[in-house]
């Protein structure tokens, strides 16, 4: 996930399914092992699988993921918005991210233009990264896919007149999920409530 930290704060804003094991009002309660054996390893897929689920829930799981750490390691209150951050221009048209996220510690506010991305296993040139990965396998891992992924993130930004940020940041939820899983986390708590409404509606087509 790419972040762009904004301070004016111009817009309203309001605001996986991988082995889901509950779900009440869009919140998800999801086994972390298996949402990284999900997304990490080939072996859990057939190909398209996991790139259909990320299509139908993926911005809603990663934006929930930096919930959780943003609640939980930082201690601050996060709202996340549908609203899509686009360049403004004619009618609205032009390049688009995917979310806005406003976060607040204090008296701190801090307004986010975020790029949700997939870089799991199944993506093209993804790779496993084997849940009991060594921390030297994980930064090894971690340097390809930046190599592969980012490394020229400084080429893509969008136009300043339309843009209006401070720093780029990058979220792993990968990483923030292995994280939890060594602190003797089993579960994680997700609110996804894009999915939840998708989900239904799947089983209203297809019982």
Known sequence: MIFRGCKSLYHALLCAYAYSQGC?????????????????????????????????????????IFKHHYETVHKGKIQISDVTPTVGGKRGKGKKLDRWILTQKHNRKTLYQTEIKNWCARAIGGIDIPIDSSPKELKSCVRKNWARNASSIDTHKLEQAYFHFDYCW????????RHLLREGNTQIELDMPNAQRRIGQLRRLFQ
Not at 34 to 43: A, G
């Open 170 to 177: 990058i979220f792993s939820c990968s990483l923030y999920l």
């Open 24 to 64: 009440l009002q869009g919140k998800f309660l999801d086994f972390i092992r298996s949402l990284l054996e999900y997304f990490d390893l080939k072996k859990t897929t057939q190909k398209g699988d996991a790139t259909g689920i990320i299509a139908m829930i993926g911005e809603d799981l990663g934006a929930a």
